[in-house]
Nanobody, 123 residues
């Protein structure tokens, strides 16, 4: 398993942007597909985006397509989530997750999880 630490959350006005980062430990980062999930108060945790180990394949939830971009820098063992045109409904705790193998969107298939970073979008 890898250790994951998220950063970059904060308070932003609707229409604004934030970039989340997730730093991973270990020497085999490129063998892990990475995902971002989020959980709003009183709601189930949901899939946001995922990226393959090479970065060549991505997947997004319909609710964020065209606004969020997931990308990674394997030389820095870091995956990012660029969030643009933020909406109040994007407010949630955002989690980074890792799994060996191909891109998936089901959280039960991810092996390692970070502690989360809070994103709050004000209207």
């Amino acid at each position: 398993q890898v250790q994951l630490v998220e950063s970059g959350g904060g308070l932003v006005q609707a229409g604004g942007s934030l970039r989340l980062s997730c730093a991973a430990s270990g020497r085999t980062f490129s063998s892990y597909a990475m995902g971002w999930f989020r959980q709003a108060p009183g709601k189930e945790r949901e899939f946001v985006a995922a990226i393959s180990g090479s970065g060549g394949s991505t997947d997004y939830a319909n609710s964020v397509k065209g606004r969020f971009t997931i990308f990674r820098d394997n030389t820095k063992n870091t995956v990012y989530l660029q969030m643009n045109s933020l909406k109040p409904e994007d407010t949630a705790n955002y989690y980074c997750a890792a799994r060996r193998g191909i891109v998936r969107s089901t959280q039960s298939e991810f092996e390692s999880w970070g502690q989360g970073t809070q994103v709050t979008v004000s209207s």
